[in-house]
Nanobody, 120 residues
Framework: QVQLVESGGGLVQAGGSLRLSCAASGRTLSSYGMGWFRQAPGKEREFVAAISWSGGRTAYADSAKGRFTIARNNAKNTVYLQMNSLKPEDTAVYYC?????????????WGQGTQVFVSS
């Protein structure tokens, strides 16, 4: 199994940037495809971005395209989500997740989440 811990959330003004990190332990991260998801109050959890084990493939939700970038450093067992041009509607708890293979759903392992709040 792999354990995931997110960090980097916080309060930012609209138009600002944040970089979220997801550190893994238990197993090497290079075994897994990784994803970021988010859940806003009163809404279902939704897919944000995904990256393959090598970093060669990525996928983004329409809401994230052009503003967010997912990246990974397997040597550091860490996955990142760089978020630019943040909007109030990006406010949510952000979760990283791991799965075999690459995809936008069906993830097996989840972190505890990190809160992002974007003020207008």
């Amino acid at each position: 199994q792999v354990q995931l811990v997110e960090s980097g959330g916080g309060l930012v003004q609209a138009g600002g940037s944040l970089r979220l990190s997801c550190a893994a332990s238990g197993r090497t991260l290079s075994s897994y495809g990784m994803g970021w998801f988010r859940q806003a109050p009163g809404k279902e959890r939704e897919f944000v971005a995904a990256i393959s084990w090598s970093g060669g493939r990525t996928a983004y939700a329409d809401s994230a395209k052009g503003r967010f970038t997912i990246a990974r450093n397997n040597a550091k067992n860490t996955v990142y989500l760089q978020m630019n041009s943040l909007k109030p509607e990006d406010t949510a708890v952000y979760y990283c997740a791991a799965r075999d293979g690459f995809g936008t759903s069906a993830y097996d392992y989840w972190g505890q989440g990190t809160q992002v709040f974007v003020s207008s």
